[in-house]
Protein backbone atom coordinates (compact mmCIF):
# COMPACT_ATOMS: atom_id res chain seq x y z
CA UNK A 1 0.00 0.00 0.00
CA UNK A 2 1.13 3.76 -0.89
CA UNK A 3 2.13 5.96 2.18
CA UNK A 4 4.55 8.86 3.31
CA UNK A 5 6.15 9.09 6.14
CA UNK A 6 7.19 12.59 7.60
CA UNK A 7 10.08 12.35 9.81
CA UNK A 8 9.34 14.97 12.67
CA UNK A 9 5.93 16.24 14.11
CA UNK A 10 7.74 19.52 15.02
CA UNK A 11 10.54 21.67 13.22
CA UNK A 12 11.98 25.07 14.53
CA UNK A 13 14.06 27.69 13.01
CA UNK A 14 15.41 31.00 13.22
CA UNK A 15 14.03 33.29 10.86
CA UNK A 16 16.07 33.48 7.54
CA UNK A 17 17.37 29.75 8.13
CA UNK A 18 17.11 27.21 5.68
CA UNK A 19 14.11 24.86 6.09
CA UNK A 20 14.29 21.29 5.70
CA UNK A 21 10.65 19.48 5.80
CA UNK A 22 11.89 15.52 5.46
CA UNK A 23 8.80 13.30 3.40
CA UNK A 24 9.29 9.67 2.91
CA UNK A 25 7.17 7.39 0.22
CA UNK A 26 6.59 4.19 0.10
CA UNK A 27 4.80 3.23 -3.31
CA UNK A 28 4.85 0.06 -5.97
CA UNK A 29 4.17 2.46 -8.46
CA UNK A 30 5.85 5.72 -9.57
CA UNK A 31 4.28 7.89 -7.32
CA UNK A 32 2.85 11.56 -7.42
CA UNK A 33 3.55 13.33 -4.19
CA UNK A 34 2.52 16.55 -3.13
CA UNK A 35 3.18 18.80 -0.48
CA UNK A 36 0.42 20.94 1.29
CA UNK A 37 0.71 23.48 4.10
CA UNK A 38 -1.88 24.93 6.19
CA UNK A 39 -2.46 27.62 8.34
CA UNK A 40 -4.62 27.98 11.65
CA UNK A 41 -8.25 27.41 11.12
CA UNK A 42 -7.74 26.82 7.36
CA UNK A 43 -7.66 24.29 4.61
CA UNK A 44 -4.65 22.85 2.72
CA UNK A 45 -3.29 25.04 0.20
CA UNK A 46 -1.01 23.41 -2.43
CA UNK A 47 2.86 24.45 -2.27
CA UNK A 48 3.98 22.03 -4.83
CA UNK A 49 3.72 18.54 -6.75
CA UNK A 50 5.51 16.13 -8.54
CA UNK A 51 4.06 14.14 -11.47
CA UNK A 52 6.47 13.47 -14.31
CA UNK A 53 9.66 15.04 -15.49
CA UNK A 54 11.72 17.38 -14.01
CA UNK A 55 12.84 15.58 -10.38
CA UNK A 56 13.57 19.22 -8.73
CA UNK A 57 9.89 21.30 -8.38
CA UNK A 58 9.43 24.82 -7.42
CA UNK A 59 6.30 25.95 -5.63
CA UNK A 60 5.13 28.95 -4.15
CA UNK A 61 6.38 31.53 -1.40
CA UNK A 62 9.91 30.02 -2.43
CA UNK A 63 9.44 26.18 -1.38
CA UNK A 64 10.90 23.53 -4.04
CA UNK A 65 11.01 19.90 -3.23
CA UNK A 66 13.35 17.52 -5.16
CA UNK A 67 11.80 13.85 -5.68
CA UNK A 68 14.72 11.01 -5.24
CA UNK A 69 13.56 8.05 -6.34
CA UNK A 70 16.68 5.66 -5.12
CA UNK A 71 16.21 7.39 -1.34
CA UNK A 72 12.32 7.51 -2.48
CA UNK A 73 12.09 10.68 -0.59
CA UNK A 74 10.55 13.75 -1.52
CA UNK A 75 12.27 16.67 1.00
CA UNK A 76 10.70 20.31 0.66
CA UNK A 77 13.26 22.92 1.75
CA UNK A 78 13.47 26.85 1.93
CA UNK A 79 17.07 28.58 1.61
CA UNK A 80 15.40 31.21 3.92
CA UNK A 81 12.75 30.88 6.77
CA UNK A 82 10.24 33.86 7.10
CA UNK A 83 7.96 34.13 9.92
CA UNK A 84 4.87 33.87 7.83
CA UNK A 85 6.29 30.33 6.65
CA UNK A 86 5.05 28.99 10.40
CA UNK A 87 2.63 26.84 10.00
CA UNK A 88 1.93 22.97 9.27
CA UNK A 89 3.15 21.07 6.50
CA UNK A 90 1.62 17.85 4.60
CA UNK A 91 3.40 15.40 2.49
CA UNK A 92 0.72 12.93 0.63
CA UNK A 93 1.11 10.64 -2.50
CA UNK A 94 -1.52 9.95 -4.70
CA UNK A 95 -3.29 7.03 -5.00
CA UNK A 96 -5.47 5.36 -7.49
CA UNK A 97 -3.39 5.61 -10.67
CA UNK A 98 -4.52 3.79 -13.48
CA UNK A 99 -7.68 2.71 -10.82
CA UNK A 100 -9.65 5.70 -12.26
CA UNK A 101 -9.90 7.03 -8.66
CA UNK A 102 -8.13 9.11 -6.69
CA UNK A 103 -7.54 9.65 -3.34
CA UNK A 104 -4.40 10.86 -1.47
CA UNK A 105 -2.69 9.81 1.76
CA UNK A 106 -1.12 11.75 3.90
CA UNK A 107 1.80 12.11 6.34
CA UNK A 108 1.71 13.25 9.82
CA UNK A 109 2.18 16.81 9.35
CA UNK A 110 5.34 18.61 10.32
CA UNK A 111 4.83 21.80 12.36
CA UNK A 112 6.98 24.50 11.39
CA UNK A 113 8.07 27.06 14.44
CA UNK A 114 10.63 29.94 13.45
CA UNK A 115 11.66 32.18 15.71
CA UNK A 116 12.88 35.70 14.95
CA UNK B 1 -17.45 30.18 -7.23
CA UNK B 2 -13.19 31.42 -6.67
CA UNK B 3 -12.88 28.77 -4.39
CA UNK B 4 -14.26 25.59 -2.42
CA UNK B 5 -16.38 26.81 0.11
CA UNK B 6 -18.18 24.77 3.22
CA UNK B 7 -20.86 25.44 5.44
CA UNK B 8 -21.35 25.73 8.73
CA UNK B 9 -17.83 26.62 9.64
CA UNK B 10 -18.86 25.23 13.29
CA UNK B 11 -20.85 22.92 14.53
CA UNK B 12 -21.69 21.58 17.85
CA UNK B 13 -23.97 19.12 18.67
CA UNK B 14 -25.24 16.35 21.19
CA UNK B 15 -24.32 12.80 20.97
CA UNK B 16 -27.27 11.06 18.76
CA UNK B 17 -28.16 13.97 16.40
CA UNK B 18 -28.07 13.98 12.78
CA UNK B 19 -26.00 16.35 11.16
CA UNK B 20 -25.24 17.73 7.29
CA UNK B 21 -21.95 19.08 5.95
CA UNK B 22 -22.07 21.02 2.64
CA UNK B 23 -19.57 21.50 0.39
CA UNK B 24 -19.70 23.65 -2.56
CA UNK B 25 -16.86 22.79 -5.38
CA UNK B 26 -15.23 25.21 -7.84
CA UNK B 27 -17.29 25.26 -10.56
CA UNK B 28 -16.48 22.99 -13.64
CA UNK B 29 -14.76 20.58 -11.39
CA UNK B 30 -16.09 17.02 -11.84
CA UNK B 31 -14.49 15.41 -9.09
CA UNK B 32 -15.17 15.89 -5.43
CA UNK B 33 -13.36 14.62 -2.14
CA UNK B 34 -14.23 14.29 1.73
CA UNK B 35 -11.51 14.33 4.08
CA UNK B 36 -12.12 14.35 7.84
CA UNK B 37 -8.94 15.50 10.53
CA UNK B 38 -8.36 14.94 13.71
CA UNK B 39 -5.73 14.69 16.52
CA UNK B 40 -5.57 11.09 16.48
CA UNK B 41 -6.28 9.64 13.38
CA UNK B 42 -4.08 12.92 10.92
CA UNK B 43 -6.29 13.21 7.55
CA UNK B 44 -8.21 10.23 6.49
CA UNK B 45 -9.99 9.75 3.31
CA UNK B 46 -13.51 8.85 3.30
CA UNK B 47 -14.98 9.38 -0.33
CA UNK B 48 -14.98 10.30 -3.62
CA UNK B 49 -17.11 11.57 -6.16
CA UNK B 50 -17.19 11.53 -9.80
CA UNK B 51 -19.84 13.90 -10.89
CA UNK B 52 -22.64 11.96 -8.98
CA UNK B 53 -21.19 8.75 -8.69
CA UNK B 54 -19.60 7.73 -5.72
CA UNK B 55 -16.51 4.40 -7.10
CA UNK B 56 -14.92 4.60 -3.74
CA UNK B 57 -16.40 4.92 -0.57
CA UNK B 58 -14.14 2.87 1.03
CA UNK B 59 -12.98 5.64 3.45
CA UNK B 60 -16.40 5.73 5.13
CA UNK B 61 -16.04 5.18 8.50
CA UNK B 62 -19.44 3.20 9.71
CA UNK B 63 -22.69 3.04 8.33
CA UNK B 64 -23.65 6.26 9.87
CA UNK B 65 -21.56 8.12 7.47
CA UNK B 66 -23.31 9.15 3.75
CA UNK B 67 -22.74 11.77 1.40
CA UNK B 68 -24.47 12.32 -1.87
CA UNK B 69 -23.41 14.67 -4.69
CA UNK B 70 -25.90 16.43 -6.77
CA UNK B 71 -26.24 17.91 -10.19
CA UNK B 72 -22.46 17.07 -10.37
CA UNK B 73 -21.82 20.24 -7.84
CA UNK B 74 -23.04 20.41 -3.97
CA UNK B 75 -21.89 17.59 -1.90
CA UNK B 76 -23.53 16.91 1.93
CA UNK B 77 -22.09 14.68 4.19
CA UNK B 78 -24.73 13.27 6.58
CA UNK B 79 -23.70 11.74 10.05
CA UNK B 80 -26.48 9.77 11.98
CA UNK B 81 -26.65 9.58 15.54
CA UNK B 82 -23.21 11.44 15.95
CA UNK B 83 -20.52 10.18 18.35
CA UNK B 84 -18.06 11.67 20.39
CA UNK B 85 -15.37 10.34 17.90
CA UNK B 86 -16.96 11.78 15.19
CA UNK B 87 -15.35 15.12 16.22
CA UNK B 88 -12.86 16.60 13.79
CA UNK B 89 -12.55 19.07 11.08
CA UNK B 90 -14.04 18.08 8.03
CA UNK B 91 -12.80 18.98 4.88
CA UNK B 92 -13.74 18.66 1.39
CA UNK B 93 -11.80 19.39 -1.88
CA UNK B 94 -12.29 19.50 -5.38
CA UNK B 95 -10.18 18.71 -8.49
CA UNK B 96 -11.05 19.23 -12.21
CA UNK B 97 -10.94 15.89 -13.09
CA UNK B 98 -10.45 13.05 -11.19
CA UNK B 99 -7.27 11.95 -11.93
CA UNK B 100 -3.98 11.17 -9.86
CA UNK B 101 -1.94 14.09 -10.87
CA UNK B 102 -4.56 16.98 -10.13
CA UNK B 103 -4.33 19.47 -7.68
CA UNK B 104 -7.24 18.98 -4.90
CA UNK B 105 -8.11 22.52 -4.32
CA UNK B 106 -9.46 22.19 -0.39
CA UNK B 107 -12.12 24.06 1.25
CA UNK B 108 -11.46 25.96 5.03
CA UNK B 109 -13.61 22.83 6.52
CA UNK B 110 -16.32 22.54 9.15
CA UNK B 111 -15.39 22.02 12.45
CA UNK B 112 -17.82 19.65 14.32
CA UNK B 113 -17.64 19.20 17.97
CA UNK B 114 -20.13 16.34 19.21
CA UNK B 115 -20.66 16.71 22.68
Known amino acids: AQSVTQLGSHVSVSEGALVLLRCNYS??????LFWYVQYPNQGLQLLLK??????LVKGINGFEAEFKKSETSFHLTKPSAHMSDAAEYFC??????????????FGTGTRLLVSP | GAGVSQSPSNKVTEKGKDVELRCDPISGHTALYWYRQSLGQGLEFLIY????????KSGLPSDRFSAERTGGSVSTLTIQRTQQEDSAVYLCASSQVGGPADTQYFGPGTRLTVL
Open chain 1, 92 to 105: AVSVGVNTGFQKLV
Open chain 1, 50 to 55: YTTGAT
Open chain 1, 27 to 32: SSVPPY
Open chain 2, 49 to 56: FQGNSAPD
